[in-house]
């Protein structure tokens, strides 16, 4: 019987590109977790009896919406295209996992649609409707996200490319 060759995983060089990937990395999930309790509070403001604190609530979603989609369309895809592919190689057993994390943010992405336009139809109708239910999913999502990168991934890449991770 045949023994397997030994595993061989590739050590990641921290070039500057990469290192300046990493701290950006760092830097968006600190943004993230920020703009996380923003739109928590500005649900549990729409969730109010008092109108004003209604209509406040969804003009601090709205301000929100860009931060979201700039990581729907921006960060999210230059961190799985840099990190998620590294990880990939140098760790196989995190294969499922980014595959998790990938269709995590696939959702994420239709879900965000479906609250920018919800917001669309609260501009027009002033109904609230699906709004607060699709915030709190968004939130519970996005946090959920990010819990896992920081426990799973990050210390991985910090370890493979000796670099600090600090949340």
Known sequence: MALAPPVVRQELSLEPALGSELERFRLQHTALRERLRELEKALRQVRSDNYSQVLQGVATLRQLCPFLQE???GEARRV???????LGEN???LRGLLGELQSELARYHRLSEDFREALVIFNASGELGRL???GRELARLLEDYLDAEAS?????????????WGT
């Open 152 to 164: 799973s991934l990050l210390p991985c890449l910090a370890e493979d490319t000796g670099a600090s």
């Open 132 to 134: 607060p239910a699709l």
């Open 71 to 73: 990581f729907d369309r």
């Open 91 to 93: 760790r196989p057993a």
């Open 80 to 86: 799985q295209e840099v990190f998620y592919r590294l």
